[in-house]
């Protein structure tokens, strides 16, 4: 049973989408494929997360420690960015989408990364769900980079509470995930976001990312209503 710190609904969802290549490789296709059929997923995804009244979703598209894929599927990974960018950004924005990236954007380069911006200055009042989009991502890299503010702000050692640490985060703003789910059969964070999962309730399953569709994500949101989230307190 979900208790009262518990609200059935979770506030924020994020998502590992994983098994892409896996599900193009049981249909004898190129990789390409795969990721192409996950946008797909990434849509239904969304359209769930906003029929559930979920408020927060964030995907974990693309980690720091995907640039070493061979270049080729790094180069069809961010073509695969701009042309979802550039098709479902005016749907997005009319279905009240605000859209919010983290993770090291102008690794992808100057053309990229300002229509990433733009894409969030346009949807910046929208208020239905903020998306949020983890690209060229990692846990421990926000997490250095926030200590490396801290320093440049010249903070007292006592200045630097958990509150202030995690206003220097990426993710400054946006509540701690509730939930985070996995698809493929991995059981692993794989440097998504360490700091900010410290109390999500975690759900794997092996779906893999392009089959998975609105039923599972709702699946998953029935599963995260059972938990009995404690946070370390004592049990009532
Ligand atoms: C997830 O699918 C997409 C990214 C990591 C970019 P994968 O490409 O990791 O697919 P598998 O794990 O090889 O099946
Ligand atoms: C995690 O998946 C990253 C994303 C889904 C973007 P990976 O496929 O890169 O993770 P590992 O290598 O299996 O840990
Ligand atoms: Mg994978």
Known sequence: MADSCSPVI??????????????????????????????????????????????????????????????????????LLRYYLRNELNELHES????VVIGERDRFGPNLAAELAAAEAKTEHNAKLTLVMAL??????????????????????????EEKFASLLATDG??????????????????FLLWQTAYAELYFTDVLWPDFEGADFTMALAEFARRERRFGARPE
Do not use: C
């Open 10 to 79: 979770p506030r924020h969802v994020a998502i590992i989408m994983d098994g892409n290549g896996r599900w193009a490789a049981a249909r004898s296709l190129p990789r390409a494929i795969g990721h192409r059929e996950g946008t797909k997923a990434v849509r239904r995804t969304i359209e769930a997360a906003i029929g559930q009244g979920v408020q927060y979703l964030t995907l974990f598209a693309f980690s720091s420690e995907n640039w070493q894929r061979p270049a080729e599927e790094v180069t069809d990974l961010t073509g």
């Open 96 to 99: 009240g989408v605000r859209l």
């Open 136 to 161: 060229s991502y990692g846990g421990r890299a926000d997490i250095v980079d926030a200590a490396r503010r801290a320093l440049a702000a010249g903070l007292a050692p006592d200045q630097l509470t």
């Open 174 to 191: 946006i509540p701690d995930p509730d939930l985070l789910i996995r698809t493929s059969g991995e059981e692993r964070i794989s440097n």
